[in-house]
Structure formats: C-alpha cells, structure tokens
C-alpha cells in the first residue's frame, strides 16, 4: 500500500518560514519524481516544486528563491523548506510521486496559512 504523509504545515506571519516534510511508503522512492502541489481556495492544484530521481529541481516561478525542495532516498523523504512566505502561499500543500505518469500518488495534504 504507498502512503505518502506530509507534515509540517501551520500558521505562519508573512515574512516567516515553514518546512514542510512527506514520508513515503510502499514505492520504490529512489526512482520517482517527487514533487509538491498546493491548491487554495477556489483556485486550481498547481505544481510549486519538483525534483527528479537524479536530483534535478523545477519550480514554479511564484516560489523561485523562497523555496527549496529536497530529497532523501535513504529516508523516503522529500521536504519544502519555504522562506519568505506572503499570503498567497496559503493553501493546501499536497505531496505528489510520479513515476513518467504511469504511477501517480498524493498524500492527504497538509494546510499552510500565511497571515498577521
């Protein structure tokens, strides 16, 4: 059974830093894209950041320099560490595995509220 758990949201001021962290099982982690989705309130899921197996990042260009992703093969773990965070990061943040859209999986998400 693949299970992906995310963790690590909450209630941020703008300006503030959030990690947020998903956990996988169930997959062959090492050989799929891992990515992280949000979706806010009447909005679409857009993507927000993707890393390859071999380590290659692609962000959305909302997030470039406040985001980073990252990955632990040895952990099965793909973080978000956001920085400078602004209102209209607040959503619903999903964590996504892809493997060349054969095998696509996403966790339960997990809320980010940016606000004074």
């Given amino acids: 059974q693949v299970q992906l758990?995310?963790?690590g949201g909450g209630l941020v001021q703008?300006?503030?830093?959030?990690?947020?962290?998903?956990a996988a099982s169930?997959?062959?982690f090492s050989m799929y894209t891992m990515g992280w989705y949000r979706q806010a309130?009447?909005?679409?899921?857009e993507?927000?950041?993707?890393?390859?197996?071999?380590?290659?990042?692609n962000y959305?260009?909302?997030?470039?320099?406040?985001?980073?992703?990252?990955?632990?093969?040895?952990k099965n773990t793909v973080d978000?560490?956001?920085?400078?965070l602004k209102v209209e990061d607040t959503a619903v943040y999903y964590c996504n595995a892809n493997e060349l859209g054969?095998?696509?999986?996403?966790?339960?998400?997990?809320?980010?509220?940016?606000s004074s």
Avoid: H
């Avoid at 309130?41 to 899921?45: C, I, N, Q, Y």
């Fill in 5 to 7: 758990v995310e963790s």
């Fill in 102 to 114: 054969a095998y696509v999986y996403w966790g339960q998400g997990t809320q980010v509220i940016v």
């Fill in 41 to 45: 309130p009447g909005k679409r899921r």
């Fill in 80 to 84: 978000l560490q956001m920085i400078s």
């Fill in 26 to 28: 169930g997959i062959i």
């Fill in 60 to 74: 959305a260009d909302s997030v470039k320099g406040r985001f980073t992703i990252s990955r632990d093969n040895a």
């Fill in 14 to 22: 703008p300006g503030g830093s959030l990690r947020l962290s998903c």
């Fill in 47 to 57: 993507l927000v950041a993707s890393i390859t197996s071999g380590g290659n990042t």
